[in-house]
């Protein structure tokens, strides 16, 4: 690792300004630990149990010791996973560190820093104490060390660490929790020097029609001085000055002046100001600190809903855990910019920090780049006691009040609330945030907003029709494959539409799995408990990712399918709160596909164009006009992009040009050219070796390639070949039997097609020769009605069939029987990247993707998305590539669905949901997914909104599938 030593300061002598002034002194500070997890600094360890425990050694700091191969690890829930005989890990860490102070230090005031360390921490210099002992893991905290330091000679650190707090509110708060619990040092410790006479810090209150306030902390004041605040905007212009005097002894002095027409800060228009707080001492400038803020205003009105700037808002949230498998809750700048972008690209403008305050730089990320932030105090489902808590409450407001993206301040969760504390917020808040109480219970409601989590679509449309504004601070839990974005689509539009909606936040953000040092570095979700991400460990995106990005996407498009008649109008609505839509940049781009005999996945652009943008004022309907070629169902499809202010993406949505008939007409052949026959024979005559691997025989070359499809008959089966293809069904009930090919290995997919759902039974067989081929006809009684098979003389495979069942079900369609031990992997045109549910079909692209076989699948450890099996919508034409060779399926008509094997959305006792028959399915109707939350696995689709139904046909199905078992040329 790297071994750095910061110190970040700006001069430590005065410059002499062109007018003869001294430059202005600045708090000034050097780092004793390194910055963040990939820049460290080692230190002196010793660990009293576990690992590696009972001798010095060192350690990076910050870290958790666990991570450092030192103590051992607990989950917050073992106590409930083992019962109560059970004892968690109690270790202490003890830290020392050497360092030196400037020598010119030596008339200021020294403050020791500590940005966060788990848990209890007694803190002694030259080996006097600090201060009282800390405890509480997530907060700044600081001791005065003046007294305590040789200045520009040696000093001595010593830290010790208690894992488990002696204050058993803590424990209870922090540490009996849904979620891994680490020791050690964890956030930067650094000195802050200031002089004797100079300014600790601010609190500012900002308001939305320009009125500045602020509370100035001065430190040290022996006699009267000018504080003089210049307000400077994001260019560095001074935009206005406030001035006030502070007297010998104050330490608090309240000024405000007004800013004329700022720009405000939200989400969507992130701007930031400046002030510079001087201490002036007659003409000169003694001190100096500039701090970044934004005018906004938050307000709760009462039964109608939150708003900013005079402006309602809804949440479009998620919770957070800060989090990375490494190193835990030790973090970067880089990986909370990562979070925030990955928040962002999902379209969504909140984030809860769950369950306790992040690192400043995230809150740094999200004033600076746009999300509302819930600012949220530990407490898991218990509280800290009051005296514990005012002392939490007090360091974390005071560390974050001027963050102007938290919107809200969190009292605990679920239960983890101090009513006590509620009113303690405003105490150091200038600006009075709001506090709410995130809650797992009704009758909660604080500020006159309830936060109940996991109610479903329905419970949630009677709450939203009561008197209270709701705001989930938790739903659709994302555990495996399910919750997160299926059922969001029906609760979205429900709270868009509901006057009492604030939004809310699903939960969570990214597995959090844990590199076990102790284990041979596996990564440890501990298996049910926190494996429940819309994203991985590492941030690999899961299905529900790509659904929230067009769910939430502040750009509605209503248009699900390209009309015969496109006239280039597309409706769409401004679901900005703030955002004209002339603001946005509108591409068209009309592309061509790769096809299956082509390497590689993907389409070309073959042309472009940007659109002029609708003046749509948020939260309005408006038209988007495309003027497209007159030939452009000559292309395969229409993408339209749409990029925000920012110049990122907002989402790209896509519609084919002239349904599935340029796939059909370009891929089937009905009759073979003379130069294809010709090849077909000089191939055949090369006969074909036998083979000490595979299962193939030596065939003596010939050149006896039909023209014609050959029928042939026996008591049990059909058999139709051309083109070197041989189709073996079944007159038993008309299914395939056998496959085989002169020209490579047997292709054993068989068993098909069944119906997926319902009842048949075979009645009759009819066969016919036409110029261009031969046709079966299959005739059955039940749910299928008929299945007609027609081989053309090219050795294409034509699959017609017509079906309906009655009442719900799970899935609807036909399936084959197919070994998945023999797949390598497969090629499609169809909505990408992820699989799909019935309630989470969103967020896919339609394009050519190409995937080799895996066998990711929920609640296995496993994270190499996208996984290979699963529900894959709207293709067009998927090319299996297998040990047996390559087969291909064309699909005539729109929105049909492919199952590839088996796989589930949600682990237990019994995977779930249920799987049709078979291994390849080629559907019209595929299975809802539910929720499940630990152990506790919800079936009820139904109740997470209309999409959440089963399936329900209400007339026949005809389709028209191709099959072609072999290379195409």
Request: hydrophobic fraction near 35%.
């Amino acid at each position: 690792m790297t071994r750095i030593r910061l110190i970040l300061a700006v001069l430590f002598f005065s410059l002499i300004a062109f007018h003869g002034e001294a430059q202005p002194e600045t708090k000034q500070i050097q780092y004793l630990s390194g910055t963040d997890n990939e820049n460290t600094v080692t230190w002196d360890f010793f660990c009293t149990a576990g690992r590696n425990s009972g001798f010095w050694s060192s350690i990076e700091v910050p870290s958790h010791w666990e991570q450092q191969g030192f103590g051992e690890y607990d989950y917050g829930r073992d106590y409930r996973t083992y019962g109560k005989k059970f004892r968690f890990s109690e270790e202490s860490g003890k830290y020392k560190h050497n360092f030196e102070v400037p020598g010119d230090w030596k008339n200021k005031a020294v403050f020791i820093v500590f940005e966060g360390s788990m848990t209890d921490t007694e803190v002694k210099i030259n080996g006097q104490l600090a201060g009282p002992l800390h405890q509480g893991s997530f907060y700044r905290f600081r001791y005065d060390i003046s007294d305590k330091l040789n200045f520009g000679e040696k000093n001595v650190l010593e830290v010790t660490v208690n894992k488990w707090s002696a204050n058993q509110s803590v424990n209870r708060a922090e540490r009996y929790a849904d979620y891994w619990i680490f020791g050690g040092i964890f956030r930067p410790v650094y000195l802050e020097a200031i002089p004797q006479q100079s300014i600790d810090r601010v609190a500012i209150n900002a308001q939305a029609d320009g009125t500045f306030e602020m509370d100035v902390f001065a430190f040290g004041i022996n006699k009267k001085q000018t504080i003089k605040a210049q307000i400077l905007d994001a260019a560095g212009n001074v935009v206005e000055t406030c001035e006030a005097v502070v007297n010998k002894g104050d330490s608090l002095v309240r000024m405000s002046c007004k800013v004329d027409d700022p720009k405000q800060w939200t989400a969507e228009t992130p701007n930031l100001y400046s002030a510079k707080v001087q201490l002036e001492n007659g003409r000169n400038s003694v001190f100096e600190l500039s701090q970044k803020f934004g005018f906004r205003t938050i307000e709760i009105r009462q039964g109608d809903g939150v708003y900013l700037n005079g402006v309602k808002i809804k949440m479009k949230g998620i919770n957070r855990h800060v989090f990375w498998p490494e190193t835990g809750r030790c973090v970067n700048p880089s990986l909370d910019l990562q979070d925030v972008k990955l928040i962002k690209e999902m379209n969504m403008n909140a984030v809860r920090c769950s369950h306790y305050p992040p690192d400043q730089s995230f809150l740094d990320l999200c004033d600076s780049l746009g999300l509302y932030v819930l600012d949220e105090l530990a407490g898991w489902q218990n509280s800290y006691d009051t005296e514990s808590g005012e002392k939490l409450v007090r360091e974390m407001v005071i560390r974050d009040v001027n963050h102007p993206s938290i919107i809200f301040w969190s009292n605990g969760n679920e239960g983890g609330t101090n009513k006590e504390l509620d009113d303690d917020y405003g105490i150091y808040d200038p600006s009075k945030r709001p506090v709410i109480h995130a809650h797992h219970r009704p009758g909660n409601d604080f500020n006159g907003i309830d936060c109940n989590h996991y109610e479903n679509y329905y419970s949630s449309e009677k709450i939203l029709n009561g008197g209270l504004i709701y705001m989930p601070t938790e739903f659709l839990h994302s555990q495996d494959d399910g919750g997160g974005a299926a059922g969001l689509s029906d609760i979205w539009e429900l709270f868009w539409k509901s006057e009492r909606s604030a939004g809310g936040f699903t939960w969570v953000f990214s597995d959090e799995g844990i590199v076990r040092t102790d284990l041979n570095n596996i990564i440890d979700v501990n298996r049910v408990n926190a494996p429940d991400g819309v994203l991985g460990p590492h941030r690999e995106k899961e299905g529900s990712f790509y659904a929230m990005r067009e769910i939430y996407s502040p750009v509605k498009i209503f248009m699900e399918k390209l009309p015969d008649d496109f006239d280039g109008t597309i409706e769409l609505e401004n679901r900005y709160h703030f955002t004209n839509l002339n603001k946005i940049r509108f591409t068209w781009e009309l592309v061509s596909f790769m096809w299956p005999q082509q390497r590689g996945a993907g389409h070309k652009v073959m042309k472009s164009e940007t659109i002029q943008s609708p003046d749509v004022a948020p939260g309005q309907k408006g038209e988007l006009k495309v003027e497209l070629p007159s030939n452009y169902k000559n292309y395969d499809a229409l993408y339209l992009r749409a990029v925000d202010p920012a110049g990122d993406e907002i989402f790209c949505w896509s519609w084919k040009t002239n349904e599935n008939t340029n796939q059909v007409l370009g891929l089937v052949e009905k009759s073979l050219s003379d130069e294809e026959q010709e090849q077909l024979k000089k191939l055949k005559a090369q006969g074909i070796e036998e083979d000490n691997i595979l299962p193939i025989s030596a065939k003596k070359g010939d050149t006896s390639i039909s023209s014609e499809v050959e029928e042939k008959e026996n008591d049990e089966s059909i058999s139709l070949k051309a083109s070197g293809i041989t189709v073996v069904f079944s007159k038993e009930n008309g299914t395939i039997l056998k496959i085989f090919n002169d020209f490579g290995l047997p292709i054993p997919l068989n068993n098909g097609p069944v119906l997926v759902s319902g009842e048949s039974k075979l009645t009759d067989v009819s066969k016919t020769g036409k110029d261009d081929g031969y046709e079966l006809l299959f005739t059955y009684d039940g749910d299928l009605k008929f299945v007609k098979w027609t081989m053309y003389n090219s050795g294409w495979l034509q699959l017609d069939y017509e079906y309906q069942v009655e009442g719900e079900q799970y899935f609807t369609g036909i399936s084959f029987d197919f070994p998945e031990s023999d797949v390598i992997g497969a090629k499609w045109l169809g909505d990408g990247p992820s699989h799909v549910w019935k309630n989470r079909s969103k967020g896919g692209t339609l394009d050519v993707f190409e995937r080799l076989y895996n066998n990711v699948l929920p609640g296995t450890n496993t994270w190499d998305y996208p996984q290979f099996k699963g529900y894959f919508a709207d293709v067009s034409w998927m090319e299996f590539n297998t040990v047996d060779g390559k087969f291909t399926m064309v699909a005539q008509e729109d929105d049909l669905f492919v199952r590839l094997f088996d796989f589930w959305g949600i682990s237990g006792p019994k995977n779930y949901p249920e799987l049709p028959a078979g291994n390849i399915s080629f559907l019209d109707g595929i299975p809802p997914v539910g929720t499940k939350l630990a152990m506790g696995i919800s079936n009820d689709t139904w109740n997470l909104g209309p999409e959440g139904k089963l399936n329900v046909m209400e007339e026949p199905v005809k389709r028209t599938l191709y099959f072609y078992f072999g290379l195409l040329q």
